[in-house]
């Protein structure tokens, strides 16, 4: 299988320089059969991925030791959803799982666009077969998952116990689809100055594109927070970490972009900038592959240190070069439609956003590297973590938080400043109350104050638009509140979805905010000892030491320390953490020791445990406890901001004909459909105000 | 009870005693641990550890680390050395200072804000208020480029359109569209 699957990877290969080469070259223009042979160079290259991953697979499966690969990852007692997982726990395996998708999105490409942007299609075959060919040369000349050992081991050596985690079975293939996803988005772009054709039809071509891999990454780093929460043991789940960094990234480009293109679809205005965006977000995901697997800034999640960084640079600086040059090029031809005709308006509300978030990328990038500069510089090494990280990008993230709420109070076009202050009302009061509120609880942590009260504002915002809209639509239509809910959202879906994410961001910031009072001890406790500790809100938590029971699992030995939990005296149940050391099919140990957290989550806090190891190989026990408040709310931030983006990327509920076209041009937000029932509703009320 | 008895019964008694309290396998449950002292729940050391980078390589904080999975055999030993120099009363600054010029200067989460590190500081920020202050001024000028200024199709006074309002604006946008 292996031959079969190199045999396969060279085929990836010849089918990306076919494609790259003849679509780049536009020589198929006016050539309908050249023109097909890049597309289906695409969908070969797509079906010698396939042939490829499953080589690999059945050599996991199959437990081929004499495969590096399989015999670095993976061990005959690996549980079988780790032994496929495994695909992509090491840098090969992710660099043919990267090209086996990127393949798979190229070819979807050509098929589910619409046939309107036929003449974009050729050159977007080309970008991805081109970038593809580029992942594969980097496992044929340097990491080849398929590469055969001298011998073959008795066994492997089984999978990182950190990585044997339901987490790490979805959390990095979800980041990947959003890094991989953006190669389409940016694929168009390139097509668009490539082909001359820069009006808004390569913009409406990646609509769907840009918010599913903006979700895949929000998707991907939110599942990272909750593997690093449940499974390092740290009892956080950011720790402004290099990779964890360049995942943030992307996120933050793709977010400006998600906003900056309503200008453009609305106002024919930042095309340039918006170009700009996807290219730079195509170049940060590539960065961020770079970062993780050249070993040029240290770490945890980083791969074993290997030359494919060279590659990675390579190709980033090529890219960015030849994407930037070719900018230049077309800069004249990307001139605004019209102009911005206030500051009080949403465009540039929208603009002054985009700042902030491009603003946030640039400081964790230039956290991210200082380090480097430094040492460049001065000669000296110096680290960059969470104190620096959190002293520039706070004030930053509440300045984008307090925007978010504005937004959507501001009219397109211009806004009179008596209708500012009308908008501003309710928002403000809540914020106040909000502020008020917690003054009054006793909270004196000014940032955390400051996020949550202006989570009160954006949360005023949103409910101000849906009421408005209810309202609307009730006294219209004489609907009843759940069915003029419904429909409002049903008809302008990208718009209450957006406000959706809103609200998920500003839950996600009050989660944050939770975090400024975790509380923490660690303690020894012989069985039938107990510890206490108070929590944020008043509560005091006593903790029972019952034992610690050991017992062999499929491929481990499990030492499970239990404690019983009590809130203020009441018994509420018993938490259990664990050590875990991994043996091979033969008993013999392989990794070190791993905990295993103990978690009691509620809506207010969560009590985290670890059991930290023995006093004397006895039950005697040291553990760490620790108090983190309002962590369910960021699961439920993410929840939140992932449902209204899928919401805002469901088909249909768009405005439609030349009506819809025209409102839009206005720079009204209306969501006509025609009789029997137009749902003109709210927006126009709001559309001409507050849109 | 017997003599003999009694101490078959007590020897039973202590060889429970010594099985329950022991486990089966102490590797598997980890490195040994010392207990817990007072120290290690100083809050004064907690906020300078996590201050101080460890040395494993994990690029976490000491605190973090030391708590972390408790596998890190380097940070226990700089968290004892921390106890150390506290207890000979040294203030946290004066252990962080000799922690730097032991270590180095990358001993520190974060760099200290003077000289080139202030660059590390300040660019951002400053660098986003060059790009605002750049960009309000470009829109400003562009602004007052435009030959008029459209007024607002709707007074700021006008209270929310009735249902007939909308009707009507729903019909005329019809046979626009039309």
Redesign the interface.
């Known amino acids: 299988m292996t031959l079969l699957g190199q045999f396969a990877l060279w085929l990836a290969l010849f089918a990306g320089i076919w494609g790259a080469g003849v679509g780049l070259s536009g020589r198929w223009k006016g050539n309908p059969e050249l023109a097909a042979s890049v597309t289906r160079a695409a969908y070969g290259q797509m079906i010698a991925m396939i042939v490829a991953a499953l080589a690999l697979w059945k050599g996991l499966i199959t437990h081929d030791f004499n495969i590096e690969y399989v015999a670095a990852y993976t061990s005959r007692n690996l549980p079988t959803s780790y032994v496929v997982t495994a695909f992509w726990a090491g840098q090969k395996g992710s660099l043919l799982f990267w090209a086996l998708v990127l393949s798979l999105f190229g070819a979807v490409a050509q098929v589910v666009t619409s046939r309107r942007h036929a003449r974009l299609l050729p050159y977007v075959a080309a970008i991805t077969t081109g970038v593809t060919a580029f992942f594969v040369v980097t496992m044929l000349f340097s990491a080849n998952p398929f590469e055969r050992l001298a011998f073959t081991p008795a066994d492997g050596r089984g999978l990182n116990p950190q990585l044997q985690n339901p987490g790490m079975v979805i959390h990095p293939p979800m980041l990947y689809l959003g890094y991989i996803s953006i190669t389409i988005p940016f694929a168009f772009a390139i097509a668009a100055l490539l082909s001359k054709k820069l009006d808004t039809g390569w913009i409406h071509a990646i609509r769907k594109w840009t918010i599913l891999s903006w979700l895949f990454l929000s998707v991907g780093i939110t599942l990272g927070m909750w593997w690093a929460y449940v499974e390092?043991?740290?009892?956080?789940y950011w720790?402004w970490?290099?990779v964890e960094n360049a995942s943030l990234l992307p996120w933050l480009t793709m977010t400006a972009f998600l906003h900056s293109v309503m200008i453009q679809e609305k106002r024919g205005m930042l095309k340039r900038w918006n170009v700009s965006l996807i290219v730079v977000t195509f170049l940060l995901s590539i960065f961020g592959t770079f970062i993780t697997r050249s070993g040029v800034i240290?770490?945890?999640h980083s791969f074993t240190q290997s030359n494919v960084g060279y590659f990675f640079l390579g190709f980033l600086l090529t890219v960015g070069v030849l994407s930037f040059s070719l900018l230049y090029l077309r800069w004249p031809a990307l001139e605004a439609d019209s102009?911005?005709?206030?500051?009080a308006s949403r465009e540039?509300a929208f603009?002054?956003n985009n700042?902030?978030l491009v603003?946030i990328a640039?400081?964790v990038l230039?956290?991210t590297l200082?380090?480097i500069l430094?040492e460049a510089?001065?000669g000296?090494?110096?680290?960059?973590?969470?104190?620096?990280f959190n002293?520039?990008n706070i004030p930053?993230g509440l300045f984008l938080l307090f925007l978010t709420g504005v937004g959507p109070l501001i009219a397109w076009?211009?806004?009179?400043?008596?209708?500012l202050r009308?908008q501003f009302v309710f928002p403000t009061i809540l914020a106040v109350v909000v502020a008020l509120s917690l003054l009054a609880a006793g909270m004196r942590n000014g940032w955390a104050m400051m996020s949550i009260s202006l989570a009160g504002f954006v949360l005023g915002t949103v409910l101000q638009e849906f009421q408005?809209g209810i309202a609307?639509r009730m006294?219209?239509y004489s609907e009843v509140f759940p069915l003029a809910l419904a429909r409002l959202i049903n008809r302008n879906r990208r718009r209450y979805g957006g406000y959706l994410v809103h609200v998920g961001i500003l839950v996600l910031f009050v989660a944050f905010a939770g975090m400024a009072f975790k509380t923490?001890?660690?303690?020894?406790l012989s069985?039938g000892e107990t510890a206490s500790l108070a929590s944020p809100y008043g509560h005091t938590y006593t903790f029972t030491h019952l034992g610690?029971s050991?017992y062999t699992a499929l491929n481990r030995?499990v030492?499970a320390a239990t404690l019983e939990v009590a809130r203020d005296g009441t018994k509420i149940g018993v938490i259990k953490s664990e050590?875990r050391?991994h043996v091979d099919s033969f008993g013999e140990?392989t990794f070190?020791?791993?905990?295993e957290v103990g978690i009691m989550s509620d809506l207010r806090e969560d009590i985290y445990v670890?059991?930290?190891?023995?006093?004397?190989?006895?039950?005697?026990?040291?553990f760490?406890i620790t108090i983190n408040p309002l962590v369910w709310w960021v699961w439920a931030g993410g929840a939140i901001l992932v449902f209204g983006g899928l919401l805002a990327m469901w088909p249909g509920g768009r405005p439609v004909?030349?009506?819809g076209r025209?409102?839009a041009q206005a720079g009204f937000e209306?969501t006509?459909s025609g009789?029997p029932e137009?749902a003109?509703a709210a927006p126009?009320?709001t559309g001409?105000?507050a849109n | 009870m017997e003599r003999r008895e009694f101490f078959t019964s007590l020897g039973a008694m202590t060889a429970l005693w010594w099985q329950d309290d022991r486990l089966r396998d102490p590797a598997a449950a980890g490195a040994l641990r010392n207990p817990v002292g007072e120290g290690d729940n100083d809050a004064v050391i907690r906020s300078l550890e996590l201050t101080l980078k460890c040395t494993c390589g994990c690029n976490l904080d000491i605190f973090t680390c030391r708590t972390t999975d408790f596998t890190c055999s380097y940070s226990p030993q700089l968290h004892a050395e921390i106890l150390t120099h506290y207890e000979q009363g040294l203030t946290p600054e004066e252990i962080s200072q000799v922690f730097v010029e032991k270590y180095g200067e990358q001993i520190l989460m974060a760099p200290t804000p003077v000289g080139f590190n202030l660059a590390g500081y300040l660019v951002p920020g400053l660098a986003i208020l060059v790009a605002g202050s750049v960009l309000a001024v470009v829109l400003a000028r562009k602004q007052r480029t435009l030959p008029t200024t459209i007024e607002s199709p709707i007074p700021d006074d006008l209270a929310a359109p009735t249902g007939e309002d909308l009707s009507r604006l729903e019909q005329e946008l019809s046979e626009v569209a039309d």
């Open positions: 390092l043991g740290w009892g956080g720790a970490d290099p240290a770490s945890v102009k911005l005709e206030s500051m540039a603009l002054f700042l902030i603003g640039f400081s230039w956290g200082f380090p430094s510089v001065r000296v090494k110096i680290t960059v973590g969470p104190p620096f002293r520039v930053l076009r211009r806004t009179s400043p008596a209708n009308r408005r609307a006294r219209m923490n001890r660690e303690a020894t069985p610690v050991q030995i030492s050590k050391q140990k070190e020791p791993s905990t670890v059991y930290a190891g023995s006093i004397g190989g006895t039950e005697r026990a040291n760490a004909g030349r009506l025209r409102e209306t006509l009789p137009p003109v126009v009320v001409v105000e």
